[in-house]
């Protein structure tokens, strides 16, 4: 399938790659990136070759800003009145995300400059997260006067409820550092921007290298869990290894398995 506001790659290691590709508006996501998203984790969901993917995006100036304040997400423009139909309002990470498209396989999200507002969408349904040094992280809604409501509710169990405050309230006025969204566990590496991509495509393709039962069961019992208390959130988890161990073990010998030549982080 072809892609008009995306690249989509993948490689023989298993690792696909999805490329946000509107440059010329930082990346904002329209009408036709909320499509080519859905259709592109529908086309990843139904490949077994895949076992990871890592997004990313084109361009020196961002990652993503967010929402195509022109066009709007619908292609009626982000300030459109919707006064008289509040009903028929639609999230977009119904299409921008894995998780809302039933993509349990593993995601990586590499960050490169600015990374704003609708952008935490993405983040918010990755499973890791590195950037670039010239990395800046804001959220601009309450600036303009609106709500930040579903981007910060959805970091929330990624990082504490203060730094995720301080992010949406101070809107235009701060903007968070890679070192700081590494502090506060926003990311989990970062490195200079020449070596963002292939970082990224490391990760994904060691992941991408074991069982993708394994990596993929594991993924949906820990994101379940968010929505659960503890005991019940490990009861939920526990069904995983009963149906995946018995088919990930049958994929390898544990006695013919290389020893890993381990990284400390």
């Known amino acids: 399938m072809s892609y008009e506001a995306i690249i989509y790659e993948s490689s023989a290691e298993g690792v696909a790659t999805i490329t946000l590709n509107r440059p010329q508006r930082l990346n904002a996501f329209n009408q036709q990136m909320c499509l080519d998203l859905a259709n592109v984790w529908t086309e990843i969901r139904e490949d077994d070759s895949i076992n990871s993917v890592v997004i990313r995006a084109a361009g020196d100036r961002a990652f993503s800003t967010g929402v195509d304040v022109i066009e709007g997400p619908d292609g009626k423009g982000h300030l459109s009145d919707h006064r008289g139909k509040p009903w028929e309002w639609e999230d977009p990470s ?45 959220d601009p809604h309450v600036t303009f006067g ?67 039962v394994a990596t993929q069961g594991t993924v949906r019992a820990v994101w379940e ?41």
């Not at 990586?108 to 990395?135: K, P, Q, R, T």
């Not at 995983?240 to 390898?252: D, F, I, R």
Request: proline share 5%; aromatic share 8%; charged share 20%.
């Open 94 to 138: 119904r299409e921008l995300g894995p998780k809302s498209n039933r993509v349990w396989k593993p995601i990586i999200c590499a960050v490169h400059g600015m990374f704003a507002g609708g952008a935490f969408y993405f983040l918010n349904e990755s499973d890791i997260v590195i950037c670039s040094e010239d990395a800046t992280f804001f």
């Open 146 to 212: 609106q709500v930040s409501a579903c981007e910060p509710t959805g970091m929330l169990g990624r990082i504490p409820y203060g730094e995720i405050l301080r992010i949406v309230l101070m809107g235009n006025d701060e903007r968070v550092s890679a070192q700081t969204a590494l502090r506060i566990g926003l990311v989990s590496e970062v490195v200079p921007r020449e070596r963002l991509f292939s970082r990224a495509h490391e990760i994904a393709a060691i992941i991408a290298a074991k069982a993708s």
């Open 225 to 265: 869990g968010r929505d659960l208390p503890a005991s019940s959130a490990v009861m939920n988890a526990y069904k995983y290894t009963q149906l995946g161990n018995p088919v990930g073990q049958a994929l390898v010998d544990r006695k013919t398995v290389p020893k890993a030549k381990w990284t400390l982080r």
